[in-house]
């Protein structure tokens, strides 16, 4: 599992989804992109463009459709050409994040197919994105051990059920930086560390100082956008930045 250890510097990444914004990211001080197309799998020139001219990492995202997370055979087909495709233009990680249907309502993690792309993106780190709070919080011991198993770095998430704000779930979200499993399938002899935690949902200059006092996480993810538009504002990159930097845990 190639992982960033919970040791490295405090992290802004900004969701970037078109040039213009992943430019603006870059010159707010933004530490990495999570390049995406309104939520989907971006266009791989203008990701080749963007990695000859920033010198931060760019994930990518691989999502073929919005209508889920659970996908189909040729759905599937399509996100590992996309992940090829992606590779081949510079992508440095990945995100993305299959479930399969559970018993209803409920959701869990597709390993079979998620550990295929991971293997797929060739050691490049990948990122379970917000698929993760479609899944129940009384299942997420599961849930982390099969995206362990998978072999993920990373966790985005909001800390609570689809469509929440991280603001709203602190607890949750600091009750996952700190967990630890007893026993990860894929490495029995581990420490039980679970992949690292990215703060995400509604994360902005105003709240990022609290998230990181009161969930202890050193990964944060935001649009930062501005008021119109679909382009991350760069003075709110660094007002994130300064303010994250500044709080204390």
Avoid at 2 to 30: M, R, V, W
Avoid at 99 to 110: I, K
Avoid at 220 to 231: C, P, Q, R
Wanted: glycine share 8%.
């Amino acid at each position: 599992m190639a992982k960033e250890l919970q040791t490295d510097p405090l992290l802004l990444e900004i969701a970037c989804f078109n040039y213009d914004s992943a430019i603006h990211a870059a010159k707010g001080g933004a530490d990495r992109i999570d390049y995406e197309s309104g939520g989907l799998s971006p266009s791989t020139d203008v990701l080749a463009r963007l990695k000859s001219e920033l010198l931060i990492p760019i994930y990518a995202m691989v999502r073929p459709h919005s209508k889920s997370f659970v996908y189909s055979d040729s759905d599937f087909e399509i996100m590992k050409s996309t992940l090829l495709s992606l590779k081949e233009a510079g992508a440095d990680g990945f995100v993305f994040g299959i479930l399969e249907n559970g018993p209803s309502p409920t959701f869990s993690v597709d390993v079979r197919r998620n550990k295929e792309l991971v293997v797929l993106a060739c050691g490049r780190p990948c990122t379970f994105h917000r698929a993760f709070d479609c899944i129940p919080e009384s299942t997420w011991d599961e849930a982390l051990g099969d995206i362990v198993e998978c072999g993920f770095s990373s966790i985005l998430t909001s800390g609570g059920p689809s469509g929440n704000c991280a603001v709203d779930c602190t607890q949750p979200l600091a009750t996952l930086v700190q967990k630890k499993l007893p026993s990860l399938r894929s490495d029995p002899g581990s420490d039980g560390q679970i992949p690292n935690i990215i703060v995400g949902g509604g994360v902005r200059s105003a709240n990022i100082a609290m998230l990181r006092r009161e969930t202890d996480a050193r990964f944060f993810h935001s649009s930062a956008l501005s008021s119109i538009g679909e382009s991350a504002n760069k003075d709110e990159v660094r007002m994130m930045k300064m303010a994250l930097d500044a709080a204390v845990p």
